[in-house]
Structure formats: structure tokens, C-alpha cells
Nanobody, 123 residues
């Protein structure tokens, strides 16, 4: 069993930046690590994934603004979020699994989930 704990959420204005972090009880090298988010009243959606071979993939809505990274020495996975928009508001979840690329965006591809950290973009 791997435990995941997110941190770093908060309330920011449009255009600001936030850095989310996911601490794991296991080794991040053993899993494909992803971030999802869930906007109010909507389904949970894929944001980004960093695979065990360090390949990275992003949702179209965040390409060029968000960067996912993994620190194997600290067993953390971070999500640097720049140029935040109102529509980025939501609960951000860290997830771990063993995926194939075609299923990276699917919730059921991931075995372990954190409790989430809230990001609110508001003026």
C-alpha cells in the first residue's frame, strides 16, 4: 500500500503561480505518477503524468503552463502551475499506478490516490 499526501494548494489571483507537491510513502520510481483535478460539480480530469522512464504528458489545457517533475531522492512529485486561470480552480489529486500511454488519462489506471489539495483562482 502506497500513501500519497498532497500539499501546496491555496487561493491565488489569475496569472499567479502555485507549486503543488505530492509526498509518497513508497518510491516514485516504481510507479507512473500523475496529477488530476476536479472542478466543482464536474468529473475528475487528467492534468499530467510523469512515467517511470521520465516521459511526461499533459492535458491540452495546461500545456505550456504546468510542469510535472519527480524527485526520486525525496520521493515527491511536484506540479508547478504558472499563469493560473479561473478554470484551474479545483481539488488537485496525486495518483500512482502502472499505466500504458493510451490509458494515462483514465482514473481507473491508477491504484493509489491522495486526499487532494484545493486550488482556488479568484480575483
Amino acid at each position: 500500500q502506497v500513501q500519497l499526501e498532497e500539499s501546496g494548494g491555496g487561493l491565488v489571483q489569475p496569472g499567479a503561480s502555485l507549486r503543488l507537491s505530492c509526498a509518497t510513502s513508497g518510491s516514485v520510481r516504481d510507479y507512473d505518477m500523475a496529477w488530476f483535478y476536479q472542478a466543482p460539480g464536474k468529473e475528475r480530469e487528467f492534468v499530467a503524468v510523469v512515467r517511470r522512464n521520465n516521459a511526461k504528458y499533459y492535458a491540452d489545457s495546461v500545456k505550456g503552463r504546468f510542469t510535472i517533475s519527480r524527485d526520486s531522492t525525496k520521493n515527491t512529485v511536484d506540479l508547478q502551475m504558472n499563469s493560473l486561470k479561473f478554470e484551474d480552480t479545483g481539488l488537485y489529486y496525486c495518483a500512482a499506478g502502472s499505466i500504458i500511454l493510451s490509458t494515462a488519462r483514465l482514473i481507473n489506471s491508477y491504484y493509489y490516490w491522495g486526499q487532494g489539495t484545493q486550488v482556488t483562482v479568484s480575483s
